[in-house]
C-alpha cells in the first residue's frame, strides 16, 4: 500500500552538498518512523540515517556531523540534507519505513566525483 518516491540525487564534487526527498504516500505518515539507506555496486545496502515519530534521529558512524535527516509530517516527506560529500557516498540512495519488510523504490543516484 505504501508509495514512495525518492528525488535530489545527482553529480556532485568532493565537498559538495546535496538534499534528497522522499515523498510518501498510502500511509499514515506521521506514525512510521522513517530512513535512508545506500548501496554502491558490489556493497551490502546500509542503515545511512534513521527519524523516529518523536523527532529522535540516528546517523551510521560514517557520515555523522555531515548528514542531517529531516522530516515533513504535514507534507509526508523525510529529507536527506547531505553536506561534505565524499567520494565514499556515491551510491543509489533508498527511503523506506524502518522495521518494516516494504518493496523498495527505484531510490535516487548519488554520484560524488572530481
Known amino acids: 500500500q505504501v508509495r514512495i518516491e525518492e528525488s535530489g540525487g545527482g553529480l556532485v564534487q568532493p565537498g559538495g552538498s546535496l538534499r534528497l526527498s522522499c515523498a510518501v504516500s498510502?500511509?499514515?505518515?506521521?506514525?512510521?518512523?522513517m530512513a535512508w539507506y545506500r548501496q554502491s555496486p558490489g556493497k551490502q545496502r546500509e542503515l545511512v540515517a534513521s527519524i523516529l515519530t518523536s523527532g529522535s534521529t540516528n546517523y551510521v558512524d560514517s557520515v555523522k556531523g555531515r548528514f542531517t535527516i529531516a522530516r515533513d509530517n504535514a507534507k509526508s516527506t523525510v529529507h536527506l540534507q547531505m553536506n561534505s560529500l565524499m567520494p565514499g557516498d556515491t551510491a543509489v540512495y533508498y527511503c523506506?519505513?524502518?522495521?518494516?519488510?516494504?518493496?523498495w523504490g527505484q531510490g535516487t543516484q548519488v554520484t560524488v566525483s572530481s
Open positions: 498510502g500511509i499514515a505518515f506521521d506514525v512510521y518512523h
Open positions: 523506506k519505513r524502518l522495521n518494516f519488510r516494504d518493496e
